[in-house]
C-alpha cells in the first residue's frame, strides 16, 4: 500500500512563496505519476500539475504555468510544488495524488485516474 503525506502549507501575503512537500511510503512509488490538485471552498476538487516517473515531463493548468513548479526526488519517496507569486485565488486545500497507471484510463486532469491520496494542506494567501 502507499501513503501520502502533504506539509509545506501556511498563511503567506499575497506574492509570497511556498513549498510543499508530499512525503511517500510504499512500494513502487518511483514508477508512479504524481499530481497536485487543490479545492477552494465551495469548488470542485481541480487539477494543479503532474510529474511523471523520471521527473522529465511536467504539466500544469494555465492558472498557475510559470508560477508554480513540480519535482520529485525518487531517492527519498517525495514530490514537491514550489508555489511562487502566489494570488488569493490559490487559497485552497492542496493534495497530492499518485497515480499507478499513467498511460491508460482518465486524463491526468481528472481526479478519479489517481490510486491514492494525501489529506491535505491548506494554503492562504492574504490580500
Known amino acids: 500500500q502507499v501513503q501520502l503525506v502533504e506539509s509545506g502549507g501556511g498563511l503567506v501575503q499575497a506574492g509570497g512563496s511556498l513549498r510543499l512537500s508530499c512525503a511517500a511510503s510504499g512500494r513502487l512509488f518511483s514508477s508512479y505519476a504524481m499530481g497536485w490538485f487543490r479545492q477552494a471552498p465551495g469548488k470542485e476538487r481541480e487539477f494543479v500539475a503532474v510529474i511523471n516517473w523520471s521527473g522529465g515531463s511536467t504539466y500544469y493548468t494555465d492558472s498557475v504555468k510559470g508560477r508554480f513548479t513540480i519535482s520529485r526526488d525518487n531517492a527519498k519517496n517525495t514530490v514537491y510544488l514550489q508555489m511562487n507569486s502566489l494570488k488569493p485565488e490559490d487559497t485552497a486545500v492542496y493534495y497530492c495524488?499518485?497515480?499507478?497507471?499513467?498511460?491508460?484510463?482518465?486524463?491526468?486532469?481528472?481526479?478519479?485516474?489517481?490510486?491514492?491520496w494525501g489529506q491535505g494542506t491548506q494554503v492562504t494567501v492574504s490580500s
Open positions: 495524488a499518485a497515480d499507478r497507471n499513467p498511460y491508460s484510463g482518465a486524463s491526468y486532469t481528472n481526479t478519479k485516474k489517481y490510486d491514492y
